[in-house]
């Protein structure tokens, strides 16, 4: 049961390689391993763990599972997705705890840890939040390497209410980032020095490495997810900072009409483009703030990016006919695969995503 419901394959994303190793233990465990997309070339690596063994433990770990998906979906920052996972393990303790006395599960007080990093392949930056687990561990494409100081939030279900601190570190392209369940790298200068030597080494290698360094480690379970850095080119991304007058919607159309026939997308694609580029953009300039950015993203999908400074959250009105606005996200969410808000320390950022085809 716990194999499967652990991911069944993975995410390949394109912005990081990712690898890794469960090391099941004795009666099993509840650790688990997440990897989300997200938009804007943005990637959710999730490692957590339950404590306790047995069935209970993994349905639990489970259920947890299955909140961090849901609530990657809202596109929240990392900080306020821990923090609401960490309400929904409280509501399941809470539930153990009013069980009769004479059930076994109310003997067993829920306890877990998480990590949450969101790599950014345009920024070359990763954002971490974690709640009891152990520093990443991170070696760089020069073969340096340090233990990342990431300030440790409460555990998720645990008495202490304190808030959970986002710490945002630049991750160059072929670094190689390590989170495990277990301190075993802080303890184990054999593994930091596998990871070291095997910054350039296929990540499936490096964990068939560490698995057989650890292999007198069976007694408690282990899970280590490795996760390779990659940089987006440059020349796949348009960045546009835009006035907050009028005229932002006209120059926005004009630059990503440039910049499409650029990337060679076909004509189908553009025109929707150019009517989500520009009714975001309207959005922004109606009812958003100074400074408006306009940012394409080409990396599988085609990404529309419009930030404002306000981090108001945009409303999507089913106008009447007789209205004289309203339509506009309405018309987004129509014409697009799909679109959310990605909320910032100050202001937010509305995209769209839509399948693309070449000219």
């Known amino acids: 049961m716990k194999r499967r419901l652990l991911p069944q394959r993975p995410a390949t994303p394109s912005t990081v390689d990712v690898s890794h190793l469960h090391l099941p233990g004795r009666g099993g465990g509840g650790a688990w391993f997440d990897v989300i997309e ?18 209970a433990t993994a349905t639990t770990m489970g259920q947890l ?14 900080d306020e997705l821990m923090a609401r996972l960490s309400d929904t393990a409280a509501r399941l303790a809470a539930e153990r705890a009013a069980l ?9 007080p829920l306890t877990a840890g998480c990590l949450i990093a969101v790599y950014d392949s345009v920024e070359r930056q990763c954002t971490f939040v974690r709640a009891g687990l152990p520093e990443p561990y991170v070696v760089f494409l020069d073969g340096s390497s340090t233990i990342l100081s990431v ?3 409460p555990v998720l279900a645990g008495t202490d209410q304190s808030p959970f601190p986002a710490t945002t570190v630049a991750v160059p392209a072929g670094s190689t980032l390590a989170i495990c369940n277990e301190d075993v790298l802080a303890s184990s200068a054999q593994l930091r020095s596998l990871l070291n030597q095997g910054v350039a080494q296929p990540l499936d290698e490096l964990c068939d490495a560490l698995a057989y360094a650890m292999r007198n480690r069976y007694e408690t379970e282990k899970l280590v997810l490795l996760a390779r850095a990659k ?21 926005a159309r004009a630059a990503a009409r440039r910049q499409l026939e650029a990337w060679k997308v076909d004509e189908d694609s553009t025109f929707t ?13 109606r009812y958003g703030a100074p400074p408006l950015r306009l940012r394409l993203i080409l990396d599988g999908m085609l990404t529309c ?22 339509r506009g996200l309405f018309i987004v969410a129509t014409v697009a695969d799909n679109w959310g808000t990605h909320y910032e320390a100050q202001g ?12």
């Open 348 to 359: 937010k950022t509305v995209w769209a995503q839509q399948l693309t085809g070449a000219a």
């Open 273 to 285: 483009t150019e009517l989500i580029v520009s009714e975001l953009v309207g959005n922004a300039v």
């Open 65 to 78: 599972r299955m909140v961090v998906q849901s609530l990657a979906a809202l596109d929240l920052e990392p």
């Open 151 to 153: 300030p440790a939030g």
């Open 231 to 251: 940089a987006l080119p440059a020349e796949q991304v348009l960045t546009l900072p835009l006035p907050a007058g009028p005229e932002a919607a006209p120059r």
């Open 100 to 108: 009769p006395i004479g059930d076994p599960l109310h003997r067993e």
């Open 38 to 55: 997200l938009a804007g070339a943005r990637t959710a690596l999730v490692l957590g763990d339950v404590a306790g063994l047995g069935m």
């Open 305 to 326: 990016e419009v930030s404002d400074a306000v981090s108001s959250a945009p409303h999507l009105k089913h106008a009447r006919t007789i209205d004289e606005t309203g």
